[in-house]
């Protein structure tokens, strides 16, 4: 599976920003699609999980209420949305997949086996 993350770029705070995953290559009968992200000098951290096949999601506590994670209109691609972005958002982010339900949630990076190269989010106060 490759992954291409997109979208990212330059806001103020309080602004918007839609990232984008497109899913290519090898696909699965159900999968899971996750955001994740990374703050220079942090660990990566889950963001949002998407079920493609049951559209099931779940969100981070500092992003619930901002962000929102939906089916895109083009095939195999995850929308995250971002609003009422903070300085703190800024990241690179990434998406990432595995294949399986998307339940349990899985909410840590190493239970992703496949990653796209992220896309950077910076956001300016």
């Known amino acids: 599976v490759q992954l291409q993350a997109s979208g990212g770029g330059l806001v103020q705070a309080g602004g918007s920003l839609r990232l984008s995953c497109a899913a290519s290559?090898?696909?699965?009968?159900?999968?899971?699609l996750g955001w994740f992200r990374q703050a220079p000098g942090k660990e990566r951290e889950f963001v949002a999980t998407f079920g493609w096949n049951d559209g099931t999601t779940w969100y981070a506590d500092p992003v619930k209420g901002r962000f929102t994670i939906s089916r895109g209109n083009a095939k195999n691609t995850v929308y995250l949305q971002m609003n009422s972005l903070k300085p703190d958002d800024t990241a690179v982010y990434y998406c990432?997949?595995?294949?399986?339900?998307?339940?349990?949630?899985?909410?840590?990076?190493?239970?992703?086996?496949?990653w796209g190269p992220g896309t950077q989010v910076t956001v300016s106060s």
């Open positions: 990432a997949a595995r294949e399986g339900s998307n339940l349990p949630y899985r909410l840590q990076a190493n239970q992703y086996p496949y």
């Open positions: 290559g090898r696909t699965f009968s159900s999968y899971g």
